[in-house]
């Protein structure tokens, strides 16, 4: 059974910076998403299981860094310069069954999927 344990979430002022973790079972394929109240769940960053590969969503690109250390099978997103339109609850998932270098930029494409934090920017 996978399991994947987000942490990091909180208040932030905009402008300011959060680091998000997601704590997995094993090595995967791994990618963040979000959702906010009354929007659909949304593609924020995803990182190849090799670790040399990533992708953003055109809203996160130049503020958001998705990373991971793979001896401790953790996946992060640095987030930076936040603004009040990045409230939501992020989530992180996993891909079980990606090769080693593709990117997965659907919801869809992840069979696993972490609690959520919640994320609120403050303006």
């Known amino acids: 059974q996978v399991q994947l344990v987000e942490s990091g979430g909180g208040l932030v002022q905009a402008g300011g910076s959060l680091r998000l973790s997601c704590a997995a079972s094993g090595r995967y394929a791994m990618g963040w998403f979000r959702q906010a109240p009354g929007k659909e769940r949304e593609f924020v960053a995803t990182?190849?299981?090799?670790?040399?590969?990533?992708s953003y969503a055109d809203s996160v690109k130049g503020r958001f860094t998705i990373s991971r250390d793979n001896a401790k099978n953790t996946v992060y997103v640095q987030m930076n310069s936040l603004k009040p339109e990045d409230t939501a609850v992020y989530y992180c998932a996993a891909n079980t069954y990606a090769s080693a270098v593709t990117l997965h930029t659907s919801r869809y494409e992840y069979n696993y999927w972490g609690q959520g934090t919640q994320v609120t920017v403050s303006s």
């Open positions: 990182i190849s299981w090799s670790g040399d590969r990533t």
